[in-house]
């Protein structure tokens, strides 16, 4: 991808039909941000959350899910050792499915956090998880991109660190995620490692880690303790790592072996049905809702087998799909609706809550891209979440992450920040003397109150176009798209990484280049 930046047409013109100068148009362009500003804390919600079921409804989910577990079961594949746990701890176990006395879930997740401290390598970066606070980390998992040149094509590495840098640059994304492209042009069993490495080097927030086998989760421990040390790594959470159930009711080999090193090892799992409603879980709401909880009871639950006391996120990724076509959707209502309900499950288990992000269907952003990414993201915030994973770069539902995407979206996680904090009941902010001094009829441009606070009164984009059409067309008519990948070029242009200690460098580097001559090349 080249970086080359290109100068917009009219940069800096500003009003210059109306005869304003450069001097106030670059003054303008500082004060609305034309570059990443200072990287912002965790949120702390000042909020409400937004409940659709009452006691009774919530009460009506927990029975059924307890029915299922009890009477349907969940299947624990290909893994004996789950197996013989769940049997040691009361279950019936029939072939690989498990059925679970009513309550056994429930009495095991007593002893996973309610909250616990997400370390970063820079403890200014530090994140708590649960309770009243919120994350932002950008999409997980696509094998494509879209690039700075309109390109749809396979993710390589280069573009996996581009998203890195991204990220640990945007000021509202509190974590640098986890697998932000699928990087193809390495091979499949050693591009964790260099995935893990590109956390760790070009960014200083918060990572997460492997879970395609559970001998890339153990690389994932052994890097993580070159760079906070072993003791460190085993008494405290340094990585978060997205669990998926294989829904309908299944855990697989894959994602059972990564949790339990994760759990092992004192490091959280984000235990998350996958969900189509319609057709991995059933077309309604309630019934949705049923299978997420049984399947996140029993996947959460077992970490508490592993190791009592290990952190756990309750998890959901919600979408509908298309009855026409089968394809999935989103920003509808239902999938809000089910996201809602979980996160009111979540907070009455105790465990910090995962869903939401920025979603869409559409392949490039658009109109529709827009739209369903803000329907998806407003309720994610809304709802409480603790953990937001896609929050950025998300396109094509999942398939893509896309440069231009990830720009507009890290701009709205800077509003939903801003909209996080709640109203402000200062004196400051009461504004009596403001009112006392412009009186009847006049205008608060000019006055004292104004003058003190224009520049933090209101978020300020730096991509939305709210100019007069006149400037538009005079520094060339551009489309948000455009000006989200003008950004995004000079962001990356002048990326600078964090400090890493030569010699934890030295280690890691050494540590992959071992491991990578260990075993031969493998694309599948």
Known sequence: MSLTTEQP?????????????????ARRASRSGGGPGPSLPYITRKIREYEVLDEEGLQLIERNADT??????????????????????GCEIKGERV?????????????????????????????????????????????FVRDLEGNRRYATIEDFRNFVKLAYMAPSMHSSGGTVCEPVDVPVNKRHLDMIYSHIKYSDKPFMGSVTAPERAEDTIAMAKLVFGEDFVEKNTVTLNLINANSPMVFDETMVGALKVYARHNQASVVSPFILSGAMSPVTVAGTLTQILAEVLAGAAFTQLIRAGSPVLFGTFAASISMQSGAPTFGTPEPSLVSYGAAQLARRLGLPFRTGGSLCGSKVPDA????????????????????????????????????????IDQD???????????????????????????????????????????????YRSPLADNNSFEQWEIEGQKRIEQRANALCRSWLEHY????????????????????????????T
């Open 496 to 523: 600078e990484a964090p400090y890493l200690d030569p010699a934890i460098d030295e280690a890691l580097l050494e540590f992959i280049a071992k491991r990578k001559d260990s075993m031969p090349d493998a694309f």
């Open 9 to 25: 047409e009219g940069e800096g013109g500003g009003r210059r039909a109306r005869g304003e100068g450069r001097g106030a148009a």
């Open 368 to 407: 529709q891209a827009a739209h369903e990414s803000a329907n998806t993201l407003n309720m994610t915030l809304l709802a409480g979440t603790n953990f937001v994973l896609h929050a950025a770069g998300w396109l094509e539902g999942g398939l893509v992450s896309s440069y231009e995407k990830f720009m």
């Open 99 to 143: 059925h679970f006395p009513k309550g056994l879930c429930r009495e095991l997740l007593k002893t996973a956090p309610k909250t616990f401290t997400w370390h970063a390598r820079n403890p200014a970066r530090n994140c708590e998880v649960g309770g009243k606070a919120t994350i932002f980390a950008p999409v997980y998992g696509p094998p």
């Open 412 to 458: 709205q996680l800077g509003m939903m920040q801003k909209m996080a904090e709640g109203v402000d009941l200062s004196e400051n902010a009461q504004a009596l003397d403001a009112i006392r001094e412009v009186g009847p009829g006049s205008h608060f441009l000019g006055c004292a109150h104004t003058q003190a606070n224009f520049q933090s009164a209101f």
């Open 68 to 89: 299922v577990l009890e009477e349907v079961g969940i299947e624990f594949r290909d893994d004996a050792e789950a197996l013989a746990l769940w049997k040691e701890a």
